[in-house]
C-alpha cells in the first residue's frame, strides 16, 4: 500500500462527517463561489441550485453515467470526466470510491468537491416510470416569500388622484414584494410548476394587475426517453453551443476557476426564475436517434416596448425601445407593458461520437412590428428592423489530456435602409499538462455589426458584440495544502461602446494563491487588475478623449470550521481606482461571518458585520450573502459606514421550512439614499424577507 494511498484514506476518514454535512451548506459554497465572479446585485441562480440540489439527493452513478449529467453538474472539466470514462472502459467498473485517487487528472480536492454528488453503485436505475410510481415517488414543493418596504421611499409619497395619474415619480402600488412557487417533480424526469411575482411599486389585484401578480410563468417538462429525451410546454430555457448564437439562461464567464470559460449546453431547461425577460414561451422537443439529436423549439411571447407611431403612414407603429426590466410601476412603465410580440423558432442538430461533439443550430426571431430605435453612433450597426436570422456551428474534442471547443455564429437580418450580416466567433482550449498543472486559452473575435438578442458567449462586455480578446487562465497545485490559479484577459473593442466615443482597448488579470492544509481551513490572497478606456469627465471642445481606468482590487479571505456547528469566515478587500480626470481613489471593506449550523437542532443561522468606506460609486465594493433559498443577495458596499445582516431557517414538522432575515445598512456620511422615486429621507436603509417552504 503505497504512500499516497494511506494519505488519501487518512483525508477521507478525516473528512467523512463532512460529506455527511446539509445540503444547504455544501450547495450555498457552490452559490458563493459562483456569486462572487459575477459581481451583480441583480443575480438570479435558481437553475443552478435546483441543479445541484438534484445531484445532492441523487448522487450520480460513476458505474453507469455516460458523462452528460457529470457535464451538467459543472464542477469537473472535460478533460476529468473523459479520464472517468476511459479508466472506467479499461478496467470496469468502480468497486470503491477510493478509486479515483487513481484517476490521473483527480487530485484530492476535486474528489472533496465532487463527493457530495456521486455514488458508485452496481445497480441499474430504472427508466421505465409507471404513473402511479411518480406520483408517489415525486417531490411536491410549496414556496410563500414576503418582502416589505422597511423604509419610506419617495416613489410611495401619497399624492392626489389627479397628480398619481399624470406624473411618473409616484408608484401605483404598495413597497411591498410577494412570491410564490409551487412545483412537482420526479427526479429529473418530470417536472411541472407554477412561479408568480409582484415587484415592490406594482399593483396587487387591481389597476394594470387585475388578475394579481404582474407576473406568472408555467411549465410541464420531461426527461429520459430512449427517443424523446427532453420536451417542455410552457416557460422553458435554451442553450446552444458556446452561447453565441442563442443561450437564453444566465451563463458564467471569467472567474478565479479557468474551467467556468466552457460552456456546458443543456438543450432544455424548465423556467422557474422570475426574471420576466429572459426566457421563452411555447413548446420544445429533443429527440434523438443513436448518435444524433435534434432541438426543435417555438417560442411567443409579449414584452414590455415603447411604441411611436408615424404621422406620414397611417396606422404605422413602430419600437423605439424594447424594455427588459419587467417593472410595471408609474403610468410610463405601465404603458409599456407588453406592447411587442416576440417570436422564435429554431432547430439544433447534434452529433455526438467519444469524445467529439458537433453541432449545427438555425434561430429565427421577429416582432410583429418594425424595432427602429434611435440611430447614435455608437449603436448604428445594432439590430433594427421586423427579423433576425442567425446561424451556427460549434464543437467539442477530446484528445487524451487536451479539450478543445468553440462556436462560429453568423446573422443576417434587413431593414428599409441595408442589409446586414455579422460573424461571431470563440475558439479555446482547456489542457492538462499533468495532475497538478492545467492551462486554458481562449480566443474570441464579435463583429460589431453581430447581434442575438439571446446570447451569453465568453465575453468582457454585457453583450456578445463588438469584441476581440484572448484569455489564458492557470492551475497549479504547488503543494498538498498550497494552490495556484491565475487568468489573463487582452482585449479590445473596435468600435465605439456607450460611453465610449472612440475604438477602445484593456486588460485584465487575477492572481490568487489559497492555503488549505485541510478541510476545515483555509486562506487565500487575490489581486486583481482591470484596465478599460471611458470617455474623459474633463475636456473642452467637441471630440472626446479616452482616458485609462485602471482598477486594482486586493483581497485576503480567512475561513475556519470551529467544529461541525460553527464556521467563521473573516475578509479584508481594498480597491483603488485611477483615471486623470478623476484622480485616486480608494475603498475598502472588513466583514465577519458566523455560522451556526447544528446537526441535532431544527435551526440554524448566519450573522455579518462589516464596516465599509469607500469614496463614492465608483469605487464600491460587492460582497455575497446567505439568503432565503433561491433568494439571491450580492449587494454593493459603497460610502461609509456598516452593514449586518442574520438570517434564521427553522425547520419544522417534517416538511417546511421558514427562512426569516433582516439586514440594514447604516450610513455615516449620508442624511438621504439614493434619489427620485427610489430616494430615502435619512442613514438607514434595510430589508427583511421572510419565506416559507413546505414540501412532500
Not at 126 to 150: C, D, V, W
Not at 360 to 379: C, F, I, M, R, T
Not at 464 to 479: I, M, R, S, V
Request: glycine share 6%; proline share 2%; hydrophobic share 35%.
Amino acid at each position: 500500500m503505497n504512500r499516497g494511498f494511506l494519505w488519501a484514506f487518512f483525508v477521507f476518514v478525516s473528512t467523512s462527517s463532512f460529506f455527511s454535512q446539509v445540503k444547504s451548506e455544501v450547495v450555498q459554497q457552490r452559490i458563493e463561489f459562483i456569486s462572487e465572479q459575477l459581481q451583480s446585485e441583480e443575480l438570479d441562480l435558481t437553475n443552478y441550485i435546483e441543479q445541484l440540489n438534484y445531484f445532492f439527493d441523487h448522487p450520480i452513478n460513476l458505474n453507469e453515467t455516460s458523462g452528460e449529467d457529470l457535464d451538467e453538474l459543472g464542477l469537473l472539466t472535460s478533460i476529468q470526466i473523459n479520464d472517468l470514462l476511459l479508466h472506467r472502459k479499461l478496467f470496469g467498473k468502480f468497486i470503491s470510491i477510493y478509486e479515483l485517487q487513481s484517476l490521473t487528472y483527480w487530485d484530492l480536492s476535486t474528489i472533496q468537491l465532487i463527493m457530495p454528488f456521486i455514488r458508485i453503485d452496481d445497480k441499474l436505475d430504472n427508466l421505465h416510470i409507471s404513473l402511479k410510481e411518480a406520483l408517489k415517488g415525486g417531490k411536491y414543493e410549496t414556496f410563500l416569500r414576503y418582502q416589505p418596504m422597511l423604509e419610506q421611499k419617495g416613489g410611495y409619497v401619497k399624492v392626489s388622484d389627479s397628480i398619481m395619474a399624470n406624473s411618473n415619480n409616484y408608484y401605483k402600488g404598495n413597497g411591498d414584494r410577494y412570491y410564490t412557487r409551487f412545483r412537482y417533480t420526479y427526479k429529473t424526469n418530470i417536472s411541472v410548476g407554477v412561479t408568480a411575482e409582484k415587484d415592490a411599486g406594482e399593483q396587487f389585484f387591481k389597476g394594470a394587475q387585475k388578475n394579481g401578480f404582474d407576473f406568472y410563468s408555467a411549465h410541464a417538462f420531461f426527461k429520459g426517453g430512449k427517443y424523446l429525451r427532453s420536451a417542455v410546454i410552457g416557460d422553458y430555457q435554451i442553450q446552444v453551443g458556446q452561447g453565441l448564437n442563442l443561450w437564453s439562461s444566465y451563463a458564467f464567464g471569467k472567474s478565479s476557476d479557468f474551467a467556468t470559460m466552457k460552456k456546458t449546453a443543456i438543450p432544455i431547461r424548465p423556467y422557474t426564475s422570475v426574471d420576466e425577460a429572459r426566457f421563452l414561451r411555447g413548446f420544445a422537443v429533443d429527440y434523438g436517434i443513436r448518435n444524433f439529436s435534434v432541438l426543435a423549439f417555438v417560442s411567443s411571447k409579449r414584452v414590455d416596448a415603447s411604441s411611436i407611431a408615424d404621422s406620414t403612414l397611417d396606422d404605422l407603429e413602430f419600437i423605439s425601445t424594447i424594455d427588459l426590466s419587467g417593472l410595471h410601476r408609474t403610468n410610463r412603465e405601465i404603458e409599456k407593458m407588453n406592447l411587442l410580440r416576440e417570436n422564435l423558432a429554431g432547430l439544433n442538430v447534434k452529433y455526438s461520437i467519444a469524445g467529439l461533439k458537433v453541432g449545427v443550430a438555425a434561430v429565427y426571431q421577429g416582432y410583429d412590428k418594425p424595432y427602429e430605435k434611435s440611430v447614435q453612433l455608437y449603436n448604428q450597426f445594432d439590430f433594427r428592423g421586423k427579423q433576425n436570422f442567425s446561424y451556427s456551428a460549434d464543437y467539442s474534442y477530446n484528445i487524451k489530456n487536451i479539450n478543445v471547443f468553440g462556436e462560429v455564429s453568423k446573422v443576417w437580418n434587413s431593414d428599409l435602409a441595408q442589409f446586414k450580416s455579422g460573424w461571431a466567433m470563440v475558439h479555446g482550449a482547456m489542457i492538462a499538462l499533468d495532475p497538478k498543472a492545467s492551462i486554458g486559452i481562449l480566443y474570441r473575435d464579435y463583429q460589431k455589426d453581430y447581434q442575438t438578442f439571446y446570447n451569453a458567449g465568453f465575453s468582457e462586455g454585457s453583450n456578445t458584440q463588438n469584441e476581440k480578446g484572448l484569455y489564458t487562465g492557470l492551475k497549479l497545485k504547488l503543494a498538498s495544502a498550497f494552490s495556484l490559479v491565475a487568468y489573463a484577459d487582452i482585449f479590445q473593442f473596435p468600435w465605439m461602446k456607450y460611453g465610449v466615443d472612440a475604438p477602445s482597448h484593456g486588460h485584465e488579470f487575477l492572481i490568487q494563491q489559497s492555503y488549505k492544509p485541510n478541510k476545515i481551513f483555509e486562506i487565500y490572497f487575490r489581486f486583481r487588475q482591470q484596465l478599460r478606456q471611458k470617455n474623459s469627465r474633463d475636456y473642452n471642445g467637441n471630440v472626446t478623449p479616452l482616458e485609462d481606468v485602471l482598477q486594482r482590487n486586493y483581497r485576503l479571505n480567512l475561513s475556519y470550521v470551529i467544529n461541525e456547528s460553527f464556521t467563521f469566515k473573516s475578509r479584508i478587500e481594498f480597491v483603488t481606482i485611477d483615471r486623470e480626470s478623476a484622480g485616486h481613489k480608494t475603498g475598502m471593506l472588513i466583514s465577519q461571518d458566523l455560522l451556526y449550523k447544528p446537526k441535532s437542532f431544527p435551526l440554524d443561522f448566519s450573522l455579518r458585520y462589516a464596516l465599509f468606506d469607500t469614496e463614492d460609486y465608483d469605487t464600491r465594493l460587492y460582497s455575497f450573502e446567505n439568503n432565503a433559498l433561491y433568494a439571491f443577495a450580492v449587494p454593493a458596499y459603497y460610502y461609509q459606514g456598516s452593514r449586518a445582516y442574520v438570517l434564521i431557517r427553522y425547520s419544522f414538522l417534517r416538511h417546511c421550512d421558514l427562512w426569516v432575515r433582516y439586514g440594514v445598512f447604516l450610513y455615516n456620511n449620508r442624511s438621504s439614499i439614493s434619489s427620485g422615486a427610489e430616494g430615502i429621507m435619512g442613514s438607514r436603509k434595510s430589508d427583511l424577507i421572510v419565506q416559507l417552504r413546505i414540501t412532500l
